[in-house]
């Protein structure tokens, strides 16, 4: 059933919003701001304490080490008291049909219980792979919701999908 505008508003209201992400390139980066002023949410940024590098080769090998060794890639900073959200976004480039490990690492330290998670992904035309399969079995306790991607190189050209994606799950401000 389609809802009115102030339903919509209505609803929005009710949830507290957080888009965490991740982003090598900044294509998945043009969608958590999107998303932010869609849906009214705060960003944060995932951030590696060791950066990747900016060579793509490089990156690639590095990403090969982590999977690997199965590492965990330390994070800078943390939410400020991540209960209080109740809609968690995660968003992150496809690697290697998985998330990046750094995103692991981020979510590994809150208890998410009872959260609603909802994906993002961006991608070099592989998809979601596995990665919003692997984000469910990586938070148990919390709910992952439909998801959306694109490939990154038309990141900045969602608007439309975007609104009628998050207006599905109830989440768009207006
Ligand atoms: C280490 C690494 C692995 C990747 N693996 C895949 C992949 O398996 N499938 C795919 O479609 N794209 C893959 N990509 C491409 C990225 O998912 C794509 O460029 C994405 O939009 C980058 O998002 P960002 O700008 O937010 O970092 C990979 C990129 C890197 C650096």
Known sequence: KAQSRAE??????????????FSHTGYTATLAKEIADLTGGSLFQIQPVDDYPEDYRATVDRYKEETAKHLRPAVTGSVRDMDQYDVLFVGFPNWGGDLPYIVYSFLEQYDLAGKRIVPFCTNGGGGIGQSFILLQDACRTARVMKGFACNGRQAVDQTDALREWLSGLGLLKE
């Open 8 to 21: 919509r508003i209505v609803n929005a209201m009710k949830h507290k919003i957080l888009i965490a992400y």
